[in-house]
């Protein structure tokens, strides 16, 4: 191979003493069995490690994974971020229940790459059992994503098959394409460890994009941040760990009590730990009683595991080889994410019962049960390409910031960007207002938009309808019958009176045709009331000597037609006659430098409240400004 060398990430998977570390000894030279205790019992504990480069130029890590029942909670931590596996059975005893069980795991996670491993074959003589053996296996993986892996015979004792294993392990990893650089750097932390004169160490099996010397980095979920001090891959040290590499970061700025396993190091702020999150969940045919609804199992993605609880939403219970829609609730935060795998096992006994894919890592809320337009919301989303997913999601959720979207697809703010243009040329996607950043930069789908201006405009006909005297709906209210965020309404209604949907005036929002309606009985109200102020001339009378109980809408109509004028201190006057009042004080200030509230007074023929009310009012506006006792034309005084 050319150009930089590749690397791949393959585990090992099998029955407790079937001669996986064996195996691992073999390839690499390295005893996974690296604790002491490991190899005072020889069986591994916990997760082990080796390296092999091949003559194409690959350089493979070996994760040594446990067979044994009490350790499987290691053996799932090892899986995550595979490139292929090595299925390991004992020639002379064949397939166990741990072996069984392995497969299944196998299965669950979607692997399909990989090598049937028969082992200890210098312990069979009898060629007639070997085959026997072999039909076995072959019988186990029968309709399983293994079905199909080549098969291997070997001897860590005599070194039989080891160069045909090597050669079959190069040709299967050529054909299998490099982990993806999705620009979201993830590492699973599988151990933490110090070491002296460095700090913390994390280690775990690098996913998503490259990890770098200096990169600023969060742990997820507990939200840690931290300074790559160094890095090794492959036991070398190295400037950037690639995707798809077994990698150990050395942590400046974080404490070894601070991280823990089963957390995720990521740079950047684009993954978020989800306590609820949506799957497509499997029962195994081998599972022995069905799963009931919310059953407490033990969940196991990438290095975490926890117990959770399992809410299906299709059913009271899921029966064994059957599949269904779940909510799975934790009462802490995991480090999940669209598209990620999972296992669940029972709790007692400790037997591994199924497992699925997360669909929806963050959901708005809670799910209803049998709720089938959610159900198939959660089936379209599950096959969606990712411009898809982000029209579904706005779908759902209305119109929302950048930033927002991009926290419920865990993608960076500049992927999220990125998928909004293409909906914008491909005519999915409408952006509301473009404020320069992800957090304000309000995006929706065009047809979740189109309904959502709908329903506004019928709920303020309705507003309208049921009170035709008054200006406007509050916006306030709107805003809450639509159940729209602060942002996404302002953005929203921007939009709607630059399209002409809506008018807002003030605190109120109307269609852009409607005015105040005064009639019937209302109507006669208002021409008394108007005869009225009309009589007292410039004196005026004040709200509360005019209006009843239960009549304000009526006088705000006739005010925001103006046909009431209100002064300061509830002073009312007729709108003619306010006309009239102000052509006469203007025009005593085009007479004469200032007037006193006595010469407004006595050449309106009004009372001091009302005199000093429309002064009030004038000044107000800046048609007049007050010196003193004197008022004189202000900066809107009228030209001549």
């Known amino acids: 191979m050319s150009g930089t060398p590749q690397h791949r990430v393959i585990a090992t998977a099998g029955h407790v003493d079937h001669g996986k570390s064996s195996l691992v000894r073999a390839l690499t030279g390295v005893d996974p069995d690296r604790l002491r205790e490991e190899q005072e019992r020889q069986m591994t504990i916990d997760l082990g490690f080796g390296y092999l480069p091949l003559p194409s130029g690959l350089t493979v890590g070996v994760v040594d994974v446990p067979g044994h029942r009490d350790f499987i909670h290691n053996m799932l931590a090892g899986l995550g971020g595979i490139d292929a596996v090595l299925l390991v059975v004992a020639a002379d005893e064949g397939l166990m229940p741990q072996t069984r069980e392995h497969i299944a795991i196998l299965d669950l996670q979607g692997i399909r790459a990989g090598l049937i491993v028969l082992t200890k074959v210098d312990l069979v003589e009898d060629e007639e059992w070997l085959m026997l053996v072999e039909e076995d296996v072959r019988q186990g993986v029968a309709g399983t994503t293994l079905e ?29 394409p490099p982990a993806p650089d999705l620009g979201r750097p993830r590492l699973p932390i599988d151990r933490v460890f110090s070491l002296r004169g460095h700090g913390t160490v994390v280690t775990g099996t690098l996913t998503g994009g490259p990890l770098s010397v200096g990169d600023q980095v969060t742990v997820v979920p507990s939200g840690v941040r931290a300074r790559v001090r160094s890095l090794q891959t492959h036991g070398q040290d190295v400037p950037m760990a690639a995707p798809g590499t077994r990698a150990a970061a050395n942590l400046v700025g974080v404490q070894r009590d601070e991280v823990q396993r089963g957390e995720a190091l990521t740079v950047g702020d684009w993954l978020h730990g989800s306590a609820a999150f949506d799957v497509r969940l499997r029962l195994l045919a081998s599972a022995t009683r069905p799963l009931y609804h919310v059953e407490e199992v033990h969940l196991f993605a990438a290095t975490y595991d926890g117990v959770v609880r399992v809410r299906l939403l299709e059913g009271d219970a899921l029966e064994p080889g059957q599949t269904q829609w779940a909510q799975i609730i934790s009462s802490q935060p995991v480090p999940i994410t669209h598209g990620d795998r999972f296992i669940i096992r029972m709790l007692s006994p400790s037997t591994t019962i199924g497992g699925g894919i997360v669909v929806d890592a963050h959901p708005n809320r809670r799910r209803r049960r049998r709720d089938h337009d959610a159900l ?60 320069g950043s992800a957090e304000s930069t309000v995006v929706t789908d065009v047809g979740g938009w189109t309904e959502l201006g709908k329903r506004a405009k019928g709920v303020v006909e309705q507003y309208h309808a049921r009170h035709p005297l008054r200006p406007g709906m509050p916006r306030e209210e709107l805003r809450r019958h639509l159940r729209l965020r602060q942002l996404a309404y302002a953005a929203a209604l921007e939009r709607w009176q630059a ?27 208002a021409d008394g009331w108007l005869a009225q102020l009309r009589q007292e001339a410039a004196n005026g009378i004040t709200g509360a000597e005019l209006v009843g109980a239960g009549q304000d809408d009526l006088l705000a109509a006739l005010v925001a037609e103006g046909q009431i004028r209100r002064l300061p201190d509830d002073v009312l006057m007729e709108g003619g006659v306010y006309a009239q009042a102000l052509a006469t004080v203007v025009g005593l200030l085009r007479s004469q430098p200032g007037v006193t509230v006595a010469q407004v007074r006595d050449a309106l023929h009004s009372n001091r409240r009302a005199t000093l009310a429309l002064l009030a009012e004038l000044d107000s506006q800046g048609i007049t400004r007050r010196e003193g006792d004197m008022r004189v034309a202000g900066r809107r005084f009228p030209d001549a």
């Open 148 to 176: 199909a892996l080549p098969l291997v015979r070997f001897s860590a004792v005599s070194r039989e098959g080891l160069l045909e294993l090597t050669t079959a392990l190069d040709e299967l990893l050529s054909t299998v």
């Open 376 to 435: 198939n919301w959660l089936e379209a989303l599950q096959s969606a390409s990712p411009l898809e997913v982000v029209a579904l999601r706005l779908e759902r959720s209305g119109p929302q910031s950048v930033r927002a979207l991009a926290m419920q697809l865990d993608i960076t703010d500049a992927q999220a960007a990125e998928l909004v243009a293409e909906g914008q040329t491909t005519g999915t996607v409408i952006v509301l207002t473009e404020a």
């Open 499 to 525: 399209d002409g949907v809506l008018a807002s005036e003030s605190d109120r929002v109307r269609l852009p045709e409607w005015r105040a309606q005064v009639s019937g009985q209302d109507r006669q109200l």
